[in-house]
C-alpha cells in the first residue's frame, strides 16, 4: 500500500472555525482529495495572541515530523509560513506551497514582513501558488500583487467570492493544483 502524501494547513490568526469539529480545512481538503492524502491542520499557539516565534517553532517540528509535505498556509499562517521558509537554513524540503489570503507586511511590522534579505529568497522556493479573492476585506488584492512581484514563479489565481476565509464547502482551484504536483520529485 502506498503511503499517504502529507498535506500541513497553517490557519490564519483567531480561534480557527470548525466543521465537524475539525479545522475547516481538513474536512475541505479530505473530500477533494480523497485517499491518498492525509491533511493535518492543527490549531496553531494562542491564535488569539498569535507570535511569529511560537506559530514559527510549531511549523518546523512539524515539518520535522513528516516526509517532504505539501504546504497550505492561509492569512497570517501563510505569511509566518512563507518567513519560515525564507529564513530556514537549511530549507526543509516540500512538495509544494498553497498560500491564501496572504497579508504582505509593512515593515512597521517587523514580527511578520519580509526583510528585503528575505523577499530577496522568494523566487528560490517552488512550485508556489498565491490565492486571493477580490472581495477579501481583510487582504486586498494589492497584497497578492506584490507577492507576485517578488515571486515571479509563482501561479497566481484571483478569484471571486470567497471572501477572507475561503470558508467553503469546496475549493476546486487548491484541489486540482495540489493534484497537478509531480509527486515524485522534491
Known amino acids: 500500500m502506498a503511503r499517504e502524501q502529507d498535506v500541513l494547513v497553517f490557519h ?3 480561534e480557527p472555525r470548525l466543521r465537524n469539529g475539525q479545522v475547516y ?5 479530505a473530500q477533494g ?10 490549531r496553531m499557539p494562542d491564535p488569539e495572541n498569535p507570535h511569529y516565534q511560537a506559530w514559527a517553532d510549531q511549523i518546523g517540528a512539524m515539518l520535522r515530523e513528516v516526509e517532504p509535505p505539501i504546504l497550505v498556509g492561509h492569512s497570517l499562517g501563510a505569511s509566518v509560513l512563507l518567513k519560515y521558509l525564507a529564513s530556514a537554513n537549511p530549507r526543509p524540503a516540500y512538495r509544494g506551497i ?8 509593512k515593515a512597521s511590522m517587523p ?6 534579505a528575505l523577499l530577496g529568497k522568494l523566487p528560490d522556493l517552488s512550485p508556489v501558488f498565491l490565492y486571493q479573492s477580490r472581495d ?8 497578492v500583487e506584490k507577492y507576485a512581484k517578488a515571486m515571479p514563479q509563482a501561479t497566481v489565481r484571483i478569484l471571486d467570492g470567497r471572501g477572507h476565509e475561503f470558508n467553503q464547502v469546496n475549493f476546486p482551484e487548491l484541489i486540482s493544483d495540489i493534484r497537478s504536483l509531480d509527486l515524485g520529485k522534491v
Open 12 to 14: 490564519g490568526a483567531g
Open 25 to 29: 480545512w481538513e474536512p475541505m481538503l
Open 33 to 42: 482529495l480523497g485517499d491518498g492524502y492525509r491533511i493535518q491542520a492543527p
Open 98 to 105: 498553497f498560500l491564501v489570503s496572504t497579508p504582505f507586511w
Open 111 to 116: 514580527e511578520y514582513a519580509l526583510s528585503p
Open 136 to 143: 477579501d476585506e481583510e487582504v486586498g488584492v494589492d497584497h
